[in-house]
Structure formats: structure tokens, C-alpha cells
């Protein structure tokens, strides 16, 4: 028999997994161009993401996962069996919560729709058989394999080569950038109005806001962000950038003087070593004269007065001592013996070391002052410029994600508390705002444990990113979802991400890590079998102790 406070319980704790993984999964991905090309810093960007994750989880994240919760497998097959369809709805968040974190780990991009949807789909075929299964829901995501990444390098591709010869290439590029700069704020600022309202806020309030008044909103909200950039925004970088000019002839300046004076050129007093007063090959062979001091003070007759030289440093002068005291070697300490080993456990130790250096080279600390090494690196002063809006692109995406990716936990959970709550599967009566708090603590996170592992795979190792590659990448990513979502074309915006990095590095002729994205392309595909093979056997073992 099946404890309903039980499945509550226990279905918590695995919405919250599910919305952790995909936090420091689906989240990094939105997140990882920004830190790579140093616009945020790693602490910046899980703090902002997670504080914007949460507010679209809160805000419009209700409505997407009522569709979750009820579009996937119809309730209505549960309608006599509701303690069957919450023990459903535990077991996908089973599979999905367990293959985001596997591949989290393995610092693998992947998309966490596509995890509860194979998961749901599992338990669905598990209990009901192939009636159950949504053919078509199946065949877009395989088609969105394909399709998102072609899309989103296409496009991104496309963006790029503009922005390239257009401003970054030709005489004069930061003048050319920062007259840009407003106009590129604009199609920033309309492409992600557009892709909030149509993507996350419609599906909240559907019917509410005309078509339009979107369009109306977007261009509004574009003129002012223009306005701001080149009122207030470019101004200001402009001083940044003259001061900074000023502030490095002074150091030159200084520096200059104290070579002159015979100091370093960082400030450190010169020393006298045999590398500054002759050539490299003269010093790469150093010798020293020695003399070796009686106890008497009388000098040993097997004594040169010359010391031994290949003639290429002049000969070192002579100190003679009057009396050396000679120093008594230390001891050697005493060998410690060291414990005894098992051969097996030992073979053990060495595979799970080599293991984790293999799937985890960095991580933690190392990690995130890797990301942050990005923001000493000279940057050219048109490349810095696209900071400014990379960040703004970022922010828009991260509230997007919490808007919709809130119900890969939220929607099955809801399901779960139905049931305990005496609803009939499929009848409910709204989702409550506790269900959206928890799962979106889970988003904000997930990338602040876990998110350096999927930021170092997109941001480091497909291809180099730059602060204009970066913006590029994430405007092309919401570019295309907005328009392959109203033309129907099945989309994913992790692949769509993913491809637009692609792009940007063929298009800029940059080398690409295609061993890497083979990886990348494998774990996609493993995606939908993976979760259900969890999912099947969590069910299995549930309907097992229900039965009996």
C-alpha cells in the first residue's frame, strides 16, 4: 500500500532535484557566454540568475506548468486510478531529476523539457502500453535535434558576419560600435520583449495582450534602451576609456623613469645578477669560484688562485675567510612507514581519481577563477562595448528560463498534490505559489553548485567567445526561438544555444572542438531513453509495493 503523505514527501524532494539539475543545467547554458567572454563574473551570473529565475517562476510560470502537468499523458486514462497517476508523476520526476544531474556532472548541455518528457512518456508506456504515447510530441523533439542547432548557427552565423564587417573589421571600430551601440540595443530590446511576451507571459495570460500591443511595448521599451545608450550609457564609456588611457601613460611614464634610474620596470630594485650585464648564452652557463677555508686560516696548496671558468663570465673574485665555521648537517628524519595497502582497493582509488580528472579537469574554485581570468584579459575597446548589451541579453533569458523551465518540477509535483489534496486527475484549481517557490529556489540553485561545469563546456572548450560573440550567440538564440515557435517548427533552447556557439566559430573561422560537440550531440540523443529507463523502473517498483 501507497502512504499518499509519502508520495508528497518524496515527491518534494525530487522536484526540487529536477528543478536543481535543470537550474545548473538549462540555466548555465543561458548564462555561460556572458561569464566565458567576461561581461559577468561567475558569482554575478548565478546571483542574477537565480534572483530571475525565481521571479518568472513566480510571476508567469503558472500556466506552462498546468501544460506540463496535463498535456503529456491525458489524466483522463487515471481518472479511477489517481494514486496510480501521482505514483506516475513521482516516477518521471525520478528519471528526469536523475539524468539532469548525470549529465550535469559530465558537464553536458542537455535540454530538461526533453528529460520529463521522456520521462513521462516512460510511465505512460509502462502502464497504459504504446496507446498512451504521444507519437507526434515525439517525433518534433526528434526533429528539434536536427533543427534547433541548424536554426540557431544559421542565424547566429548570419549576425555575426554583419557585425564583423560591418563594425569590427573595417577602420576605426569603436567609433563605428559605439554609433551602432543604440541601434543594436533596440533590436535587442524588441527581439526580447517579443520573445517574453509570446513565449512566456502569453502562455500565462493568453488572449490578454493584443498582438499589437506587444509590437507597441517592444518598440517603446527599444527607443527608450537606444535613448539611455546614447544619452547616458556611451558618454560615460567614453570617459571610462580616456581616463584608462590616461591613467596607462602614466605608468609607462613612470616606469620609463625608473629604468632610466636604474630600477625595474615594475618597480623593484634592480639586482645585480650575471643575466643583466651579459647576453642570455653568456648566462646560461654560470660558474663560481670556490674556496674552500682551513681551520687555520691558511689556504689549502692544491688552491688556485684563479677560479675554474669556460671563459665565457668573468672570473669571480676571491673571498678569503678568516675562520668558516662549519654547519653540521641536519639529520635526516626517520622514515615513516606508510599504512598498508589492498591491491583491488587501491586499483579502485586510482579509477575513480583518473575518472574524475577526465569528466571534472576543473571545478569548484579553480573553476570560477578560471571564468573570472576572462575579465584580465586586454580586451579591445569595440569588444568591451558589447558588454553592455550582453548583459541586458543575458538578464532577458535568464527571466524567460524561470518562466518556462519552473514547470519541468512544478507541473508533475502539482500533480502529486492533487491527489493528496482529493482532486480527480486533471481537475485542477490552479497551481499553488508555494509549488512555484520551491521549484524556483531549485533553478536559482542549481547553477550556483553545479552551473561551472555546463558554463566551462559551452564557454571554453566548443570554441573562443568574446564579448560580441557572446551577444550574439544569446540574441540569434532568442531570435530563433521566437520565430520557429509561431511558425511551429519544434525547437529546443539548449540545441538552439549550443548551435548559435557553433556558428558564430565557423563563421568567424575560429577553431571548433567538433570531439567535443559529438559528446554534446550523443547526450542528446541518449536523452529521452535515459529518463524513461529511470522512470520505468521507479514505477515498476511502486506499482509493485502498491499491488501487493
Not at 500565462?204 to 507597441?216: D, G, T, Y
Request: hydrophobic share 50%; proline share 6%.
Amino acid at each position: 500500500m501507497i502512504n499518499l503523505l509519502a508520495l508528497v514527501v518524496v515527491g518534494a524532494v525530487f522536484a526540487f532535484a529536477t528543478a536543481f539539475g535543470n537550474g545548473g543545467n538549462d540555466t548555465a547554458n543561458a548564462m555561460a557566454t556572458s561569464v566565458a567572454s567576461g561581461a559577468l563574473t561567475y558569482r554575478q551570473a548565478v546571483i542574477s540568475a537565480g534572483i530571475l529565475n525565481l521571479i518568472g517562476a513566480i510571476t508567469v510560470g503558472s500556466n506552462v506548468a498546468e501544460t506540463i502537468k496535463a498535456s503529456i499523458i491525458s489524466p483522463k486514462l487515471f481518472a479511477g486510478t489517481p494514486v496510480v497517476f501521482a505514483m506516475a508523476m513521482l516516477s518521471a520526476l525520478v528519471g528526469a531529476a536523475a539524468f539532469l544531474l548525470v549529465a550535469t556532472i559530465f558537464s553536458l548541455p542537455v535540454s530538461g523539457t526533453h528529460s520529463i518528457v521522456g520521462a513521462v512518456l516512460g510511465v505512460g508506456l509502462l502502464t497504459f502500453g504504446g496507446a498512451s504515447v504521444n507519437t507526434m510530441s515525439l517525433l518534433k523533439i526528434c526533429i528539434s535535434w536536427v533543427s534547433s542547432p541548424i536554426m540557431g548557427g544559421v542565424v547566429a552565423g548570419l549576425i555575426f558576419l554583419v557585425i564583423q564587417h560591418g563594425i569590427l573589421k573595417r577602420s576605426n571600430p569603436l567609433d563605428r560600435t559605439l554609433k551602432a551601440m543604440p541601434f543594436i540595443v533596440f533590436i535587442t530590446a524588441f527581439s526580447m520583449v517579443c520573445f517574453l511576451m509570446f513565449e512566456s507571459i502569453e502562455k500565462s495570460f493568453p488572449h490578454v495582450f493584443p498582438v499589437w500591443s506587444v509590437f507597441v511595448l517592444a518598440v517603446g521599451l527599444g527607443v527608450i534602451g537606444g535613448l539611455i545608450m546614447q544619452f547616458a550609457v556611451i558618454p560615460r564609456f567614453r570617459r571610462q576609456l580616456a581616463a584608462e588611457d590616461a591613467a596607462g601613460a602614466k605608468d609607462v611614464e613612470a616606469a620609463g623613469q625608473r629604468w632610466s634610474a636604474g630600477g625595474d620596470v615594475i618597480g623593484l630594485p634592480q639586482v645585480d645578477v650575471p643575466h643583466r650585464r651579459h647576453s642570455h648564452s653568456q648566462a646560461s652557463a654560470p660558474t663560481i669560484a670556490v674556496h674552500t677555508a682551513t681551520g687555520d686560516g691558511d689556504d689549502s696548496a692544491s688552491d688556485s688562485d684563479e677560479p675554474v671558468t669556460d671563459g665565457t663570465v668573468p672570473p669571480t673574485p676571491r673571498v678569503h675567510h678568516e675562520k668558516t665555521a662549519l654547519v653540521e648537517p641536519k639529520p635526516k628524519a626517520e622514515p615513516v612507514a606508510e599504512p598498508p595497502t589492498w591491491p583491488l582497493a587501491e586499483k579502485v582509488r586510482r579509477w575513480l581519481v583518473e575518472a574524475a580528472k577526465e569528466h571534472a579537469p576543473r571545478c569548484g574554485k579553480d573553476a570560477i577563477d578560471g571564468f573570472d581570468e576572462a575579465r584580465a584579459v586586454h580586451l579591445p575597446p569595440e569588444e568591451r562595448a558589447f558588454k553592455i548589451v550582453q548583459v541586458m541579453s543575458a538578464c532577458f533569458i535568464a527571466f524567460a528560463h524561470g518562466s518556462n523551465d519552473v514547470a519541468n518540477a512544478a507541473g508533475p509535483f502539482a500533480a502529486i498534490w492533487d491527489v493528496y489534496e482529493g482532486r480527480t486527475p486533471g481537475k485542477s484549481v490552479g497551481l499553488p505559489i508555494w509549488i512555484l517557490i520551491m521549484s524556483g529556489v531549485g533553478l536559482g540553485t542549481g547553477p550556483a553548485m553545479l552551473g561551472y561545469r555546463v558554463m566551462l563546456t559551452l564557454g571554453t572548450k566548443i570554441t573562443s567567445v568574446s564579448p560580441a560573440r557572446g551577444f550574439v550567440a544569446e540574441l540569434a538564440a532568442a531570435i530563433t526561438l521566437l520565430v520557429a515557435s509561431h511558425i511551429g517548427l519544434p525547437i529546443s533552447s539548449t540545441h538552439t544555444i549550443v548551435g548559435a556557439i557553433i556558428g558564430i566559430g565557423v563563421a568567424s573561422r575560429e577553431k571548433v572542438e567538433w570531439r567535443i560537440l559529438s559528446q554534446i550531440f550523443a547526450s542528446w540523443i541518449i536523452t529521452i531513453p535515459f529518463a524513461m529507463a529511470f522512470s520505468v523502473a521507479t514505477m515498476a517498483i511502486m506499482r509493485a509495493v502498491y499491488d501487493s
